[in-house]
Antibody, heavy 118, light 107 residues
Framework: EVQLVESGGALIQPGGSLRLSCAAS????????MSWVRQAPGKGLEWVSA???????YYADSVKGRFTISRDNSNNMLYLQMNSLRAEDTAVYYC?????????????WGQGTTVTVS | SYELTQPPSVSVSPGQTARITCSGD??????AYWYQQKPGQAPVLVIY???ERPSGIPERFSGSTSGTTVTLTISGVQAEDEADYYC??????????FGTGTKVTVL
């Protein structure tokens, strides 16, 4: 079964750091593009970051320079390192398989992990 | 920054047709995708490449494009279709953008 499971969300003070994890099963993180998407309480979806199969990384302007996306191919894991956290980073963070290469969109999503900056 | 605009809400009676629009300058050049999100759940892809349906998505969901506006149509709406719907595209080949979201209420 194709599945994504996020973890690592927490209550953290402004200026702090946190690393989110996303465990993939049923497919290989290394051979797929992967994205992080967040949703602030009561708000819409916001794309945060992507990592391509070749290793290139991309970020939304709102997190550039503070967040880092990475992956562990041997453990089939995706990560989001978040530094210099702000109140506006409070959100549910989802990881998703990104099928943009074949114009298939974000076709598999995790259940989300909650980050509260306060 | 690039924006995709959706109506905040759409109300429809069971069995009727709901149409949700999404407007943005680059939609005439880039594919649109649609996601359904029910309360407390992760989004689910319901339309890709503008008008294609993933396996397992009911045929009552369809997508279309006209110029810089894309439309998600739900024909014969059912109570289980009550959810938030988001369009998504890209402002470049790497940066994704989501629409503002539309809450569909089944009366």
């Amino acid at each position: 079964e194709v599945q994504l499971v996020e973890s690592g969300g927490a209550l953290i003070q402004p200026g702090g750091s946190l690393r989110l994890s996303c465990a993939a099963s049923g497919f290989s993180v290394s051979s797929n593009y992967m994205s992080w998407v967040r949703q602030a309480p009561g708000k819409g979806l916001e794309w945060v970051s992507a990592i391509y199969s070749g290793g290139s990384t991309y970020y939304a302007d709102s997190v550039k320079g503070r967040f880092t996306i990475s992956r562990d191919n041997s453990n089939n894991m995706l990560y989001l390192q978040m530094n210099s956290l702000r109140a506006e980073d409070t959100a549910v963070y989802y990881c998703a398989r990104d099928r943009r290469v074949v114009q298939y969109g974000l076709d598999v999503w995790g259940q989300g992990t909650t980050v509260t900056v306060s | 920054s690039y924006e995709l605009t959706q109506p905040p809400s759409v109300s429809v009676s069971p069995g009727q047709t709901a149409r949700i629009t999404c407007s943005g300058d680059t939609l005439s050049k880039r594919y649109a995708y649609w996601y359904q999100q029910k309360p407390g759940q992760a989004p689910v892809l319901v339309i890709y490449k503008g008008s294609e349906r993933p396996s397992g998505i009911p045929e009552r969901f369809s997508g279309s494009t006209s110029g810089t506006t894309v439309t998600l149509t739900i024909s014969g709406v059912q109570a289980e279709d009550e959810a938030d719907y988001y369009c998504q595209s890209a402002d470049s080949s790497v940066i994704y953008v989501f629409g503002t979201g539309t809450k569909v209420t089944v009366l």
